[in-house]
Each structure stands twice: as C-alpha cells, then as structure tokens.
C-alpha cells in the first residue's frame, strides 16, 4: 500500500495531457482524482488508453471523461491479503482506495500489491509468515 499522503492526485479540472504526463514522468499506473481533497475517483492507464482509442483530445478535463457514477472503490484497512484479491477480482479493478474505520483515505492499493505480496510467501517456502510480515522458521515437533 503507498500511503495516502504520497499518492499522486490530479483534479477532476486537469487535462487528459497532465495525467499522461504526471504518470509517465513518475513511472505510476494511476492517479487520484480528488475533489475537495476527497477521493472520487481513479484514472488510470486504461482510461488513457481509451482516449487514445477515442481520440478523446489532450486538452479534455479528466472530469468530463470519468464514469463518474461507477464511484471510487473502496477497501478497508483491516482486510486481509486474501479479501483484498477478492475483491479485486470481484469488481474487476486493479487499483482501490484503503479507508480507515471513519472512511476516510490511509493509502492506495493495487492487484500488484497482493501479487507481491504472495510471490515473497511463495520464495519464503517452508518458512512462513507472522502477523507482523516477519518470516519465520516453522517449528519442528
């Protein structure tokens, strides 16, 4: 998870050129579109992608372009690797907003976290993980 005061963010105002170029020029996948510094949504690389297909011009507000209706996708901070994938997988996203018990934004999370996440527990094998993300040497009886 990128804690959410490092999360890149653009408005709902900003072209469809300063997304391209905040996330090439930062080597991210996506943006947080924000409002009132509220999360309300997620452009991605997708979304650009589709322009392009479009031949939405450069200078469109990511505003006007957003399924605004969809709403951002939301994850609670308690839940686990696996809930995480499933929910993932559920709403067929990639990228999702990680909210404290008060709703509000604590950080982003995206399918390739929990790709990492479970390829370092695949090379850890036989060792396993704690609760605290420590690998450990399981005991021998």
Not at 12 to 27: G, L
Not at 84 to 95: I, L, M, P, T
Request: glycine share 4%.
């Amino acid at each position: 998870m990128i804690p959410y005061d490092k999360v890149l963010k653009c408005q709902p105002s900003s072209t469809v050129e300063e997304v391209v170029t905040s996330m090439t020029d930062e080597h991210v996948s996506c943006l947080v579109i924000v409002l009132n510094d509220n999360p309300h949504g997620i452009v991605t690389k997708t979304d650009i992608c589709w322009c392009y297909r479009n031949k939405v011009p450069l200078e469109s507000q990511v505003g006007d372009i957003m399924p605004w209706t969809v709403g951002v996708k939301k994850i609670k901070c308690n839940m686990d690797r696996d809930g995480a994938a499933k929910f993932f997988e559920k709403n067929k996203v990639h990228h999702a907003i990680v909210v404290n018990e008060n709703d509000e934004p604590v950080g982003l999370i995206s399918a390739m976290d929990i790709a990492t996440e479970v390829a370092k527990d695949a090379r850890a094998w036989p060792y396993i993980r704690n609760e605290t993300g420590r690998i450990e040497v399981p005991h021998k009886k």
